[in-house]
């Protein structure tokens, strides 16, 4: 079974909208982490936000927040005030702490942001 | 200075011959992977490492070697590269112990096999 899967290949906003990425995961441990990284044209992975499996609370980086939902599994990126520079691909990652720490990624999203 | 660097970061080769991506980091983790990333596919690992001997296969290590020269430095070799390792490769970082700590990741070198 997938460890992350992202159902969306593709996604378009407008700008100054916001919008959801979504993200499920399926793991047995309890104790794991989520992150969200985002791939722009130019092909650098850069780390978004993260989310542990312990937190009470959704997490939030400035116009980054993370959907958690713990029971239904899915750990959903919302960008709010979407802006031309948020075009790229995003991909959702979990870790798990009793298989060795592995980082598990999806197949990502293209997102497209519209003028 | 970049925290996590990858040289070459671009190179083109062909069928047969031997490649080396180099990867080294200043942020001092002990955790340092390899992956590759193929349109569609999103990352792979090809390799990992704990520490300087701790290194362990990923999910698509056939026709890859790995080498932790140090524990700033994690070495992936092609010893005979074909051209369905086309891809754009990846070396990541981190922190081990804690499920929430990230991987920070290079710049990515874009290897192509003719």
């Known amino acids: 079974a997938q460890k992350i899967t992202q159902t969306q290949p593709g996604m378009f906003v407008q700008e100054k909208e916001a919008v959801t990425l979504d993200c499920t995961y399926d793991?047995?441990?309890?104790?794991?982490?989520l992150f969200w990284y985002k791939q722009p044209s130019s092909g650098e992975m850069i780390f978004l936000i993260y989310q542990g499996s312990y937190d009470q609370q959704n997490a939030t980086e400035g116009r980054y927040s993370l959907n958690f939902q713990k029971a239904r599994k899915s750990a959903n990126l919302v960008i709010s005030a979407s802006q031309l520079g948020d075009s790229a691909m995003y991909f959702c990652?979990?870790?798990?702490?009793?298989?060795?720490?592995?980082?598990?990624f999806g197949t990502g999203t293209s997102l497209t942001v519209i003028p | 200075d970049a925290d996590v660097t990858q040289t070459p970061r671009n190179r083109i080769t062909k069928t047969g011959k031997r490649i080396m991506l180099e990867c080294s980091q200043t942020k001092g983790h002990d955790r340092m992977y390899w992956y590759r990333q193929d349109p569609g596919l999103g990352l792979r690992l090809i390799y990992y490492s704990f520490d300087v001997k701790d290194i362990n296969k990923g999910e698509i290590s056939d026709g890859y070697s790995v080498s932790r020269q140090a524990q700033a430095k994690f070495s992936l070799s092609l010893e005979s590269a074909i051209p369905n390792q086309t891809a754009l490769y990846f070396c990541?970082?981190?922190?081990?112990?804690?499920?929430?700590?990230?991987?920070?990741f290079g710049p990515g070198t874009r290897l192509t096999v003719l």
């Open positions: 990541a970082t981190s922190w081990g112990g804690r499920a929430t700590d990230t991987q920070y």
């Open positions: 793991t047995s441990d309890p104790s794991y982490g």
């Open positions: 990652a979990m870790r798990e702490y009793l298989t060795g720490n592995q980082f598990y």
